[in-house]
């Protein structure tokens, strides 16, 4: 997928989250460890959120060991960085044309 798809598919996702009631409080965080696609905020807790989406494929499949254990090392300076110390969760939201599906505490 080329960068720009990738980036159109947050910018949908991102406005998806608000409208479920998350609160969008950053977006594309780089750190040495990885990328985050979207940090937001819902009922108190931080929800770390990598984005895939497919048109040939199943998003879901991109979502692996590797990438979670990039997105935790990332999740964890990002808190360190910010000073939070909320609860958080690492969220997969998957875009399958224009349907969402997000799956919530995605782990290891």
């Known amino acids: 997928m080329s960068r720009a798809k990738g980036f159109a598919a947050e910018d949908r ?22 990328e985050i696609d979207i940090i937001a905020v819902k009922d108190e807790v931080i929800h770390f959120v990598e984005v895939k989406s497919g048109e040939n494929f199943d998003p879901i499949y991109a979502i692996t060991p590797t990438k979670l254990g990039k997105i935790a090392k990332t999740a964890e300076r990002y808190l360190q960085r910010r000073g939070f110390t909320n609860a958080y969760t690492i969220d997969a939201l998957l875009a399958r044309r224009n349907e969402f599906e997000l799956i919530e505490n995605v782990t290891i």
Not at 13 to 34: H, M, P, S
């Open 13 to 34: 996702a991102a406005k998806w989250l608000t409208a479920q009631g998350f609160e969008v409080i950053d977006r594309n965080f780089y750190d040495k460890c990885g």
